[in-house]
Protein backbone atom coordinates (compact mmCIF):
# COMPACT_ATOMS: atom_id res chain seq x y z
CA UNK A 1 0.00 0.00 0.00
CA UNK A 2 1.33 3.59 -1.09
CA UNK A 3 -0.29 6.30 0.15
CA UNK A 4 0.66 10.02 -1.60
CA UNK A 5 0.47 13.72 -0.74
CA UNK A 6 0.90 16.04 -3.29
CA UNK A 7 1.81 20.00 -2.27
CA UNK A 8 2.66 23.06 -4.01
CA UNK A 9 0.08 23.98 -5.94
CA UNK A 10 -1.57 27.45 -6.22
CA UNK A 11 -1.90 30.68 -7.86
CA UNK A 12 0.60 31.97 -10.34
CA UNK A 13 0.72 34.23 -12.78
CA UNK A 14 1.10 33.29 -16.82
CA UNK A 15 5.40 33.02 -17.35
CA UNK A 16 5.75 32.13 -13.74
CA UNK A 17 6.74 28.69 -11.92
CA UNK A 18 5.57 26.21 -9.35
CA UNK A 19 7.11 23.01 -8.07
CA UNK A 20 4.81 20.93 -7.02
CA UNK A 21 5.89 17.59 -4.50
CA UNK A 22 4.23 14.13 -4.05
CA UNK A 23 5.25 12.91 -0.74
CA UNK A 24 5.22 8.87 -0.26
CA UNK A 25 4.56 6.72 2.19
CA UNK A 26 5.80 3.11 2.50
CA UNK A 27 9.15 1.40 2.36
CA UNK A 28 8.63 0.54 -1.40
CA UNK A 29 8.26 3.99 -2.75
CA UNK A 30 11.78 3.03 -5.14
CA UNK A 31 10.27 0.19 -6.59
CA UNK A 32 7.34 2.16 -8.15
CA UNK A 33 7.17 4.16 -11.30
CA UNK A 34 5.72 7.85 -10.73
CA UNK A 35 3.67 9.84 -13.06
CA UNK A 36 1.78 13.35 -12.55
CA UNK A 37 -1.48 13.46 -14.09
CA UNK A 38 -4.00 16.68 -14.43
CA UNK A 39 -7.60 17.41 -14.91
CA UNK A 40 -8.98 20.69 -15.49
CA UNK A 41 -13.17 21.34 -14.84
CA UNK A 42 -14.97 19.48 -17.77
CA UNK A 43 -12.22 17.73 -18.99
CA UNK A 44 -10.64 14.04 -18.11
CA UNK A 45 -7.83 13.21 -16.38
CA UNK A 46 -4.40 13.64 -19.07
CA UNK A 47 -1.02 12.07 -18.68
CA UNK A 48 1.93 14.91 -17.92
CA UNK A 49 4.56 13.35 -17.14
CA UNK A 50 6.37 10.26 -15.74
CA UNK A 51 9.70 8.94 -14.54
CA UNK A 52 10.48 5.21 -13.92
CA UNK A 53 11.35 3.98 -10.55
CA UNK A 54 14.91 4.51 -10.40
CA UNK A 55 14.59 8.06 -12.15
CA UNK A 56 16.70 7.51 -15.38
CA UNK A 57 13.84 7.22 -17.61
CA UNK A 58 11.37 10.06 -18.14
CA UNK A 59 8.69 11.05 -20.53
CA UNK A 60 6.17 14.28 -21.23
CA UNK A 61 3.27 15.20 -22.73
CA UNK A 62 4.06 17.31 -25.93
CA UNK A 63 2.15 19.83 -24.26
CA UNK A 64 4.47 20.51 -21.48
CA UNK A 65 7.84 19.01 -22.89
CA UNK A 66 10.46 21.96 -22.61
CA UNK A 67 8.60 23.45 -19.99
CA UNK A 68 7.97 20.78 -16.97
CA UNK A 69 10.34 18.36 -15.20
CA UNK A 70 9.95 15.15 -13.19
CA UNK A 71 12.23 14.24 -10.99
CA UNK A 72 12.27 11.95 -7.76
CA UNK A 73 14.28 11.51 -4.76
CA UNK A 74 14.05 8.09 -3.58
CA UNK A 75 15.70 8.86 -0.42
CA UNK A 76 13.29 11.05 0.81
CA UNK A 77 10.01 9.45 -0.95
CA UNK A 78 9.00 11.82 -2.99
CA UNK A 79 8.79 12.86 -6.61
CA UNK A 80 8.54 16.40 -8.05
CA UNK A 81 7.11 18.33 -10.96
CA UNK A 82 8.91 21.20 -11.92
CA UNK A 83 6.54 23.60 -13.84
CA UNK A 84 7.88 26.69 -15.83
CA UNK A 85 6.67 29.32 -18.05
CA UNK A 86 3.08 28.33 -17.25
CA UNK A 87 0.54 29.16 -18.94
CA UNK A 88 -3.46 29.17 -18.28
CA UNK A 89 -4.30 26.15 -19.95
CA UNK A 90 -1.92 24.38 -17.53
CA UNK A 91 -4.85 25.21 -14.56
CA UNK A 92 -6.21 22.15 -12.85
CA UNK A 93 -6.20 19.77 -10.46
CA UNK A 94 -2.88 18.23 -10.50
CA UNK A 95 -2.19 14.56 -9.39
CA UNK A 96 1.08 11.80 -8.40
CA UNK A 97 0.32 8.25 -9.18
CA UNK A 98 2.00 5.20 -8.66
CA UNK A 99 2.44 2.19 -11.20
CA UNK A 100 4.06 -1.16 -9.84
CA UNK A 101 4.51 -2.25 -13.72
CA UNK A 102 7.75 -1.05 -15.41
CA UNK A 103 6.08 -0.73 -18.92
CA UNK A 104 6.12 2.88 -19.38
CA UNK A 105 2.32 4.08 -19.59
CA UNK A 106 0.39 7.34 -20.30
CA UNK A 107 -3.28 5.43 -19.26
CA UNK A 108 -4.26 6.54 -15.54
CA UNK A 109 -6.10 3.28 -15.65
CA UNK A 110 -3.17 1.84 -15.06
CA UNK A 111 -1.86 3.59 -11.86
CA UNK A 112 -2.29 1.62 -8.77
CA UNK A 113 -2.49 4.64 -6.20
CA UNK A 114 -3.51 8.25 -6.19
CA UNK A 115 -2.86 11.36 -4.12
CA UNK A 116 -5.78 13.60 -3.42
CA UNK A 117 -4.99 16.43 -5.89
CA UNK A 118 -3.20 19.80 -5.63
CA UNK A 119 -5.06 22.95 -7.27
CA UNK A 120 -2.79 24.67 -10.09
CA UNK A 121 -4.42 28.42 -11.43
CA UNK A 122 -2.41 30.44 -13.77
CA UNK A 123 -3.72 33.59 -14.68
CA UNK A 124 -3.71 35.63 -18.24
Known amino acids: QVQLVESGGGLVQAGGSLRLSCAASGRTFSSYAMGWFRQAPGKEREFVARISSSGASTYYADSVKGRFTISRDNAKNTVYLQMNSLKPEDTAVYYC?????????????????WGQGTQVTVSS
Open 97 to 113: AADRSSIRTMSAHEYDY
